[in-house]
């Protein structure tokens, strides 16, 4: 991430007068972005509705790359206001923005939220290693020795102690920050445990690390979490991908397989013994403050105890709460609008 300066107060001003003349148009706060993050904010679209008897903002659930596309789309009524994330933005997504105009960013960082692999409940229960998902789902593993096509149909070609079935796993496509979470934290690792792939360096690396398979066994099922549900109930022997407050939602339909001996649970995400696990943020586009109704408090009520604090109506939904010093660091960049500071 580059570091993002805060506008001038003319140059602020400016941008104010250019979309306020447009601003009747919409009433609305706009959102896009994380299918992650989407059941948590529209949970606080609701309640800011029902609090204010403002309109409810209109939430949508476009994806992380997505969400910071329309994002960074330009500054006006035409744009949208906030963006979900299930990772932090990338460098070329600040340039983005900064060439559209969009150059004072307040980065929200909500809390946790674990990955899950998960079956229905109706499927038998599985446990499997950060190696194994690896295997089941790279472009390319190592056999003998050899990095080669993946070979893999079925659980039992990877171990015999794995059911004899055919690998179906339902995951998010490239612009989800789900898929790259997913990628990071389990692709990377389980490569690593193969001798002939740690040996591989740069590009050659990252490409057998980073490719997931395109024969079959992994499936990629766009951003709606719901269609997965209906998927894994159809298919009890295949799989699905997705954040864990989507699981936690569907409890009642789905289980979580653990990893690495560890399975998804608010308890072991919290503690960080399930080590397959992400931070999830909005991001605010300041010139936006003061002109599109009732940004500052929609803020107010995401950044809230209420919200996102310790037994929280998110945290109720699967949000993992950050600590409550992180919380008051948080609520007040996000309330006084504080740009993005340079990072790593």
Known sequence: ??????????????VTVSIATGAEARDQIRIVGSSTVFPYTQAVAEQFAAATGSAAPVVESTGTGGGFKAFCGGVGVDHADITGASRAIKDSEVKSCAEAGVTSITEVL????????????????????????????????????????????????????LPDSAITVFGPPPTSGTRDAFVE????PGC?????????????????????????????????????????????????????SFLYENQDKLIGT????????????????????????????????????????????????????????????????????????????TLEGTPMAASQ
């Open 110 to 161: 909500l809390g946790y939220d674990g990955l899950s692999v998960a079956h229905a409940r109706s499927g038998k229960e599985l446990s499997l290693t950060k190696a194994q998902l690896f295997q089941a789902l790279a472009a390319k593993v190592e056999v003998d020795g050899q990095v080669v096509d993946n070979p893999y149909k079925k659980w039992s070609e990877i171990d015999a102690s």
């Open 258 to 333: 653990p990893v690495d001996g560890v399975a998804p649970s608010t308890e072991t995400i919290a503690d960080g013994s399930y080590a397959v696990s992400r931070p999830l943020y909005i991001y605010v586009k300041n010139a936006h403050r003061g002109v599109i109704p009732g940004m500052d408090d929609f803020l107010k009520e995401y950044t809230s105890e209420a919200a996102f604090g310790e037994g929280g109506y998110l945290a109720e939904r699967g949000l993992i709460p950050l600590s409550p010093e992180k919380r008051e660091e948080v609520r007040k960049a």
């Open 1 to 14: 991430m580059k570091l993002i300066h805060s506008v001038s107060a003319i140059a602020l001003a400016a």
């Open 192 to 244: 690593d445990a193969f001798p002939a792939i740690k040996a591989l360096e740069g590009d050659a690396k990252k490409e057998v690390c980073e490719r997931m398979r395109q024969d079959g066994p992994f499936v990629e099922a766009g951003e709606n979490d719901n269609l997965i549900v209906q998927r894994l109930e159809a298919d009890p022997t295949s799989l699905g991908i997705f954040g864990y």
């Open 185 to 188: 934290l389990v692709m990377h």
